[in-house]
């Protein structure tokens, strides 16, 4: 049985492509979009933003698996958007939970950004994409000492 007290919560690095956008993906809505807002004001960038493709909001079916005979099942459906958009030519692309296009398009502006590396609009995002990791870490860490001690223990006999 996995130690939960000594394994990684979060398994996003924010420093992979893979990594930000899940962050991104979860992120709080208001918070992200007033940072890319106030990014894109602060470098007069609004301007290098290209809708890609119309926003769309539609269903995606959840898949999990089962964890004894490890077989897929479709467990349900979530509502998601996605946006892609190009910064200075570079394409972003995000996908979030829910209806909120502002907060959808904010994140694919900033994986846009973030894929640029460039030097001045890159370390404010990075530092909110860590914010957000450690936040999520911190939440999933009270969630299991809240459940802990429910965890049923099992010895092999030979």
Known sequence: MPDHENEEIVEHSPSSREGWCGLLAQADPHRLTMLLDDLL??????????????????????????????????????????????????????????????ATISAAIADAILTTGDPILCPPILTFVESVRQSLEAERRRDWEMVKDTAISFEELD
């Open 41 to 102: 004001t602060e470098a007069r960038a609004f301007g290098d933003v290209r809708l890609l493709r119309p926003m769309q909001t539609g269903t995606a079916q959840l898949v999990v698996r089962e964890p004894i005979v490890e077989e897929r099942f479709i467990i349900g459906d979530a509502l998601v958007t996605v946006a892609e958009v190009s910064f200075r030519g570079t394409m972003g692309w995000s996908m979030r939970q829910g209806g909120d296009q502002r």
